[in-house]
């Protein structure tokens, strides 16, 4: 292979249509553009989502619930999740990153705890959040449940 004869793909290079040069090259006269009416005028055709003077469906069809620009989305981490933790260790976000015991949010606010499953170990639990179940199950085992 030589630089001198690298050509692009063929098919992948189209020469521009010639508007206007004669009958003999088939886009003559009228340039392709038929006779008259509207899509043969300069600037013509209607715009995107136009639908012939029809209500368009972007406004036939109603509006849905909206999104809340202060919802609060936290990282949602069950008690069973720590029940392999060892004695004396403190959780938190970046334990629970670390580790991957819950799955990343997007926007998150921290953390937070429920109380679904056991908890065998003494452990601090720093998160954002509790359920009350969680709370109580924590102080049960001997750990303490700290709010953030």
């Keep these: 292979m030589r630089i001198d004869t ?9 020469p521009a249509k010639r508007l206007g040069r004669g009958i003999g090259s088939g886009l003559g006269k009228t340039s392709g553009k038929g ?7 300069s600037g013509g055709g209607v715009r995107p989502g136009f639908e012939g003077g029809q209500t368009p469906i972007h406004r036939r069809l109603p509006k849905r ?6 919802k609060k989305e936290y990282v949602i981490i069950n008690l069973g999740a720590l029940a392999s933790v060892e004695a004396g ?4 976000y970046e334990y ?9 949010v997007k926007d998150n606010c921290g953390l937070k705890v429920l109380g679904s499953g056991e908890l065998g170990a003494a452990i601090t639990v720093k998160a954002a959040k ?3 179940s969680a709370k109580e199950a924590i102080e049960k085992a001997g750990g303490k ?3 953030l």
Excluded: C, Y
């Design 130 to 132: 509790f359920s009350a």
């Design 65 to 70: 619930g909206f999104n809340n620009r202060f």
């Design 6 to 14: 690298i050509q692009p793909a063929i098919g992948s290079n189209t």
């Design 89 to 92: 260790t403190v959780v938190d």
């Design 35 to 41: 006779h008259k009416g509207q899509w043969a005028r």
């Design 145 to 147: 449940a700290e709010t």
């Design 96 to 104: 629970v990153m670390a580790n991957k015991l819950a799955k990343q």
